[in-house]
């Protein structure tokens, strides 16, 4: 029989909590051993998680869940009359489902295949060059600032056509989302960070309709003048989804590869000695099985009452496929928390799947094995500079994520 809403496991620690982030796997266990579908809260809001890699993977392919809840027909009503802005920004083309996903996708989807990011290679090479010139020699520095930021950063910026002096006002209000399970922060990203953004863009998209380049955003713009396939407020929100996707989860695919490695010395010995052969590849995928910077997808919501994994979901509930859980899978992982890089090939969730696999997935291994190479050839020795207790994970729910890495190298 299955099991009603109210009658679910419930989570002992809530996704994003220092409770929950003092022992993530542990929670992770215990959801696989008593409760693959439980009930939780992402910071105020109920919300069911699926851990199962199976029952996530059909979940991400099932298209009798919707992304849009208006779609449910159940009540939408936000508890805060949002901004305009906020509302252009969310409807984009992740929270879309098709055909509407798949008309924004097809917009952009040339540019970010595999064989078209391989163009960029050299370009991050020169750029991680530059970058590990200016490290300082056995003094502590924060390797996010100095390298694993500014690489995604600098690529998407200029693959968008992003003036520089515009950038970092687009990354200042995305600093509200590392702690927006926290009302005070929550309201200023939505009211104040949120608004400036859309501004930014409309006045860079305004400059480039005069002076346009040879760039995505220009291309973009090209369309939406057309008319047919693309609205201003759709040209906006599509602009901020490349810009932000496109660095901000590979900033901390890098340093958790780094911090995962250190901890592996012995694997990153295997990986030092041939930095051109395949253990390299398999430590990126290993890293994003065990430490992705994404530990869920955006939610979806079931459009009808339904039986889904044992569990009665009725219509609008909020659904949360969880990457993370799914990735250590007794059932299709052998002994899941090792990080293994000799592990046999078992495709990991961490891009998520169906319609919606991550569109950046070449981008991000590619910058990442580029970055994770460059930085190995040039340092024989790179450790931590603070123990590794001080290190501070950020209180996201969805995110697996640090404030910061202080390394020292020579």
Not at 21 to 47: E, G, Q, S, Y
Not at 148 to 174: C, F, W, Y
Request: hydrophobic share 45%.
């Amino acid at each position: 029989m299955p099991t009603p809403l109210r009658e679910l496991p419930k989570l002992s620690a809530k996704p994003g909590t220092p409770a929950f982030l003092a022992d993530a796997p542990a929670h992770f266990r215990w959801m696989h051993a008593h409760a693959p579908v439980c009930r939780t809260k992402i910071a105020v809001i109920n919300a069911v998680l699926v851990a199962g890699y199976e029952d996530c993977k059909a979940l991400l392919e099932d298209d009798r869940f919707t992304r849009d809840r208006r779609k449910t027909g159940a009540r939408t009503k936000s508890p805060l009359p949002m901004p305009r802005t906020v509302r252009i920004l969310n409807n984009n083309m992740v929270t879309e489902d098709d055909p509407e996903h798949r008309r924004l996708r097809s917009l952009v989807a040339k540019v970010f295949t595999p064989k078209a990011i391989a163009t960029l290679g050299e370009r991050v090479e020169g750029l991680c060059a530059e970058l590990l010139d200016d490290f300082p020699r056995d003094q502590p520095f924060d390797f996010i600032e100095a390298y694993s930021l500014p690489i995604p950063t600098t690529v998407i910026r200029e693959m968008m056509g992003v003036p520089a002096e515009d950038m970092p006002k687009i990354q200042a209000g995305l600093r509200g989302l590392q702690r927006m399970t926290e009302l005070i922060p929550m309201l200023t990203m939505l009211f104040v960070h949120m608004p400036r953004t859309v501004r930014i863009l409309d006045a860079m998209i305004e400059a480039k309709r005069g002076e346009p380049e040879d760039d995505l955003l220009s291309a973009l713009i090209r369309v939406e003048e057309a008319g047919d396939k693309l609205n201003h407020e759709e040209l906006l929100s599509l602009a901020y989804t490349i810009i932000v996707a496109g660095y901000e989860t590979t900033v901390h695919l890098i340093a958790n590869a780094v911090l995962t490695l250190l901890q592996h010395p012995e694997q990153l010995a295997e990986i030092r000695a041939d930095l051109d052969g395949p253990l390299l590849d398999a430590a990126v995928e290993e890293v994003l099985r065990v430490r992705g910077p994404i530990q869920t997808t955006k939610p979806v919501f079931p459009k009808q009452d339904l039986v889904f994994a044992g569990a009665e979901l009725p219509r609008g509930t909020l659904i949360m496929p969880c990457l993370a859980t799914a990735n250590r899978d007794p059932a299709v992982f052998e002994d899941p928390d090792r990080f293994d890089i000799h592990r046999p090939k078992r495709r990991h969730l961490s891009f998520g799947g169906g319609p919606h696999f991550c569109l950046g997935a070449a981008l991000a291994r590619l910058e990442t094995k580029v970055a994770l190479r460059a930085l190995l050839r040039r340092f024989e020795h790179i450790e931590l500079a603070v123990p590794e207790s001080q290190l501070v994970l950020q209180g996201m729910p969805l995110w697996h994520r640090y404030d910061a890495l202080p390394l020292r190298v020579r």
